[in-house]
């Protein structure tokens, strides 16, 4: 099954993505995590990468492309994949679309008010990289981690003023996927506002028709 995630910060798209991967046996292939691996193995597309964030650039679409197709001649990409964080833009969705054939893309739904509320709350620990929300998983003492006692922070793009610019970058950016898809029939909408059980429940439903 070829499968694409869309939706703002904060729907949820990692943790249905992991649950996914694990129900149909296929690789969840972020943008973010190729970026990484390339540039921690060295790779070719790796040392291209990480010049140009040296540069201060924006990795140019033609890069990200070529990470992506490079992904899909692995193994466990031959039965299926969930791509989370590309295409990005238009251009991107068309080279997907010489690349491989989609089976649906799955646009996860939720409303701006409720995205501001899921990414302010959030809180790190610093040294471990453990994530709290202050609503709906609080550490056992406010502010404090449970297993290192140090104090928890808000990291800087978790701060209403950067939730604000990453939503109006993802509706310019990606908005516009939304109806290149849904004028090729393949969107499935999602209400990413229940819980992450109720919320794959829905994808598994909705994928089966």
């Known amino acids: 099954m070829?499968?694409?995630f869309l939706g703002p910060p904060g729907a949820g798209k990692g943790t249905i993505a992991a649950r996914a991967k694990e129900f149909y046996g296929i690789p969840h292939i972020s943008t973010g995590d190729l970026f990484r691996y390339n540039i921690k193995n060295d790779t070719e597309l790796?040392?291209?990468v990480k010049a140009i964030l040296a540069s201060g650039d924006l990795v140019p679409d033609s890069v990200t492309i070529k990470m992506v197709e490079d992904r899909f001649t692995?193994?466990?990409?031959?039965?299926?994949f969930i791509l989370d964080g590309f295409p990005r833009t238009i251009f991107q969705a068309d080279a997907l679309k010489d690349m491989k054939e989609l089976d649906a893309v799955v646009n996860f739904v939720l409303d701006r008010e409720e995205i501001i509320k899921r990414l302010s709350g959030r809180r790190m620990c610093k040294s471990t990289g453990k994530i709290y929300h202050i609503i709906y998983n609080p550490p056992k003492v406010e502010g404090i981690d449970d297993e290192t006692g140090e104090a928890l922070i808000q990291r800087d793009d978790d701060k209403e003023e950067a939730i604000l610019n990453r939503l109006d970058v993802y509706k310019a950016q990606t908005e516009p996927l939304i109806a290149y898809y849904r004028e090729k029939g393949l969107i499935v909408d999602i209400d990413a506002s229940a819980s992450p059980e109720e919320v794959f429940e829905q994808v598994k439903k909705a994928l089966a028709k």
């Open 46 to 48: 790796g040392k291209e």
């Open 2 to 4: 070829n499968l694409v």
């Open 74 to 80: 692995n193994d466990d990409a031959q039965k299926g």
